[in-house]
């Protein structure tokens, strides 16, 4: 009788994302959050989930004149990359502008770039981006200063697996190595 219900556990285990130990937010059973996005490369090719498919996702939102934030959560993505190993080259990292108005298709692609060649920009009209970053509860205003604006916006990561399952979002203050051990239980 207690091996049958020891194999019934199991069985009922089985199709469900195992607990992880992490240093962020374990999302890996909040359905309807982040499920896919529809957003354009700096080539206008339209890009989702589906694309990268077989490579675990890093997903960011910011914007190309961020003072502080966005690079540094770009800086750290570089470090998780080469403190992965083999592994980092598997990891796709994409940045999601929430400044479409200003973040071209050029600027985010060279933005990107000066980061890791195989970063990639997303970008879409402000209509789609607000949908987007609605979706993965991202929270973001446009702020005066002066002549021109500056964007405040929240500031997680948000890792999918290698099969298009949001899983984890990284938070702003965790270190590159806190992140890997993160990324290593989906990988």
């Known amino acids: ?20 130990s992490l240093h962020g937010i374990d999302l890996s059973h909040h359905s309807g959050f982040g499920q896919d996005f529809r957003l354009l490369d700096p080539q ?26 966005c690079p540094t959560a770009l800086t750290r993505a570089v470090q998780i990359r080469k403190l992965l190993g083999r592994d980092g080259d598997r990891l796709q990292v994409l940045f999601v502008t929430l400044d479409p108005e200003r973040d071209t298709p050029q600027v985010l692609q060279t933005y ?8 990639l920009g997303l970008y879409a009209s402000p209509q789609r981006i607000a949908e ?30 290698a099969g298009g399952t949001l ?19 989906i990988l």
Request: net charge positive; with cysteine.
């Open 1 to 20: 009788m207690l091996a049958g219900l020891g194999a019934m556990a199991m069985l009922s285990a089985c199709g469900r994302a195992r607990p992880l």
């Open 44 to 69: 206008g090719r339209e890009r989702s989930l589906a694309d990268f498919r077989g490579k675990p996702v890093l997903l960011f939102f910011g914007f190309t004149l961020c003072p502080d934030v």
């Open 112 to 119: 990107t770039r000066a980061f890791d060649p195989d970063f």
């Open 132 to 161: 987007t970053a609605k979706a993965f509860r991202v929270v973001y205003a446009k702020v005066p200063t002066g002549s021109t604006y500056t964007i405040d916006h929240s500031a997680l990561s948000y890792v999918y697996d």
């Open 167 to 185: 899983r984890m979002a990284l938070r702003h203050e965790q270190s590159a190595a806190d992140c890997v051990h993160d990324i290593r239980q």
